[in-house]
């Protein structure tokens, strides 16, 4: 089953450290040969990620419940 509400948490994390990151990289915006070409690197790669990821996360898998060894029994009874 899709969660919506678990997708955009992620989402929106991914967005937050995509802001940092790129606040980051404009600190030596000014040594940059080419910057269009760079801004359109970064987009083309990084935010069809973040947008994978949120989906992907979006998707629960059950989750096991583990059995304590004692609880099991002997296994030679």
Same mark, same amino acid.
């Given at each position: 089953?899709?969660?919506?509400? $678990?997708? !955009? $948490?992620?989402? @929106?994390?991914?967005?937050?450290?995509?802001? #940092?990151?790129?606040? #980051?990289? !404009?600190?030596? %915006?000014?040594?940059?040969?080419d910057p269009l @070409? =760079?801004?359109? !690197? #970064?987009?083309?790669?990084?935010?069809?990620?973040?947008?994978?990821? @949120?989906?992907?996360?979006?998707?629960?898998?059950?989750? @096991? %419940?583990?059995?304590?060894?004692?609880?099991?029994? =002997?296994?030679?009874?």
């Amino acid at each position: 089953m899709f969660s919506l509400k $678990k997708s !955009l $948490k992620t989402l @929106a994390k991914g967005q937050f450290c995509f802001l #940092i990151m790129t606040f #980051i990289l !404009l600190t030596n %915006v000014s040594h940059w040969r080419d910057p269009l @070409a =760079s801004w359109v !690197l #970064i987009l083309m790669l990084i935010q069809p990620g973040i947008f994978l990821l @949120a989906f992907v996360d979006g998707f629960r898998t059950k989750k @096991a %419940v583990e059995v304590e060894p004692e609880e099991r029994g =002997s296994v030679f009874t």
